[in-house]
């Protein structure tokens, strides 16, 4: 002990350094070779065992077990076919391939390959992603996998409130940055009157139309992205949103006083009520009950959109997170999230065919080469508006309802990484400026 500080080595400066590198090692990382395939498919199923066993293998030679806790996982496809699956059908087959053997699995063999049960997968993040230009070349896709023990997640965040005052705020690629808000300015900026010919007329007005088309992006972006700020820092100072044992007899008057608790449930009612956040009808606790949530969900969507009308039509692809606080016996939300909310999302928000998307042919062959990616972008928008989802399952309080709470909050897609992988990340960047 540092007679000094009082501080044991685990609590120095270095100690600290030390434990972040082992919960750095903790992280099991696999990567699945091969175009992402669909749940179901009779493809896929030819396809499980090969992948489960390519899974153990990696694992085996870092010698990496079961993950027996709560779990944060990430995935992230890569794709290149012309009709890839739908994000929601992908994940689907990913989150079973990653817990038991396929029942062809040879006695003897790895029975798991992450974790036992997708239900302890508390945080989880899947993101597609597609090139905008002509590359790559065809089959070079694949799936990176990223798993962490829950409790790791939480030291990150814990840390990541120690180092906020080393960065630099301006910092865009900072988990807390918050975008300013850019001045668009709708008006025509060429006068098509003052057009000499019709040729001149069309360019102008393809012009003006992409002008303001990308003034109405900035500003998509720059409101996604301050909600995504607005996560991350209430998740770094109210860990204790996130922590499955902070209600445990004994654990919550050991490491919460009434401030703290204060803090916590001041942040978790701003995370559930933020006017970017989108109230969503209760779970469905029955098959019937189905449709009728689907109904509520498209009527919350479509009041939120005419809240928001800078948001249509919707020119970024969006990350859809959701805010759960179950029922007190659980509740599987991959179901709900593939079958209801993601298609009712895209339903909503999906940019409809509009003239933008093939009427640039007055441009230069250099703006067209600069337009393309863009234009590849909103086609690929109408197709998923939604490229990346979180869950996020925040810790029940004794007064939450029995149905449950969900929240949807729309975020940037176009920042690659989870909410916490961001947040990590971070900490790996400024680790080396944590002062005591």
Sequence with gaps: MDLMTGLGFWDSEAGRLIRWRARYARRRRLLLEGEPLRHGSRRERRHRPTDFARGVEQLRQLRHGVLTGPVALDLDFHMTAEQPPQLQHLAKRYLDLLGAAPPNTPPGSRRHLLYRDDRQVRLLHVRAWQPLDDGPEPGTGHTAVVAWPLRDVLAALEVAVSLRDHAVWDDADSPFHVPDLPEVDLSPTFNVRLATAPAQVQRWTDLNVWLRLHGQSQMQEALLGT??????????????????????????????????????????????????????????????????????????????????????????????????????????????????????????????????????????????????????????????????????????????????????????????????????????????????
């Excluded at 969503?280 to 009728?292: D, I, K, Y």
């Excluded at 940019?351 to 234009?375: C, G, I, K, S, V």
């Design 227 to 436: 909600a995504d700020a607005l996560i991350a820092s209430v998740l770094c100072r109210s860990r204790g949103l996130l922590d499955p044992n902070r209600h445990r007899a004994g654990v919550a008057s050991k490491r919460l006083d009434a401030l703290f608790a204060d803090i916590v449930a001041s942040d978790r009612a701003t995370l559930l009520s933020h006017p970017l956040h989108i109230p969503l009808p209760a779970l469905p606790t029955a098959h019937g009950e189905r449709a009728s949530f689907r109904t509520g969900l498209r009527e919350q969507l479509q009041r939120w959109r005419a809240r928001w009308p800078v948001f249509t039509p919707l020119l970024v692809p969006v990350k859809a997170t959701l805010l759960a606080v179950t029922p007190p016996h659980g509740k599987d939300l991959d179901n709900l999230v593939r079958d209801d909310v993601l298609p009712t999302v895209h339903e909503v928000l999906a940019p409809q065919p509009a003239p933008w998307l093939t009427r640039f042919p007055q441009l230069t062959l250099n703006e067209q080469a600069t337009w393309r990616p863009q234009h590849r972008r909103l086609k690929q928008l109408q197709q998923n508006s939604v490229t990346a989802y979180e869950v996020i399952q925040i810790t029940r309080d004794p007064a939450d309802q029995d149905a449950g709470v969900l929240r949807l909050a729309l975020g940037n897609a176009t920042s690659s990484g989870s909410t916490w992988a961001r947040i990590a990340g971070f900490v790996e960047t400024h680790i080396e400026q944590l002062r005591l």
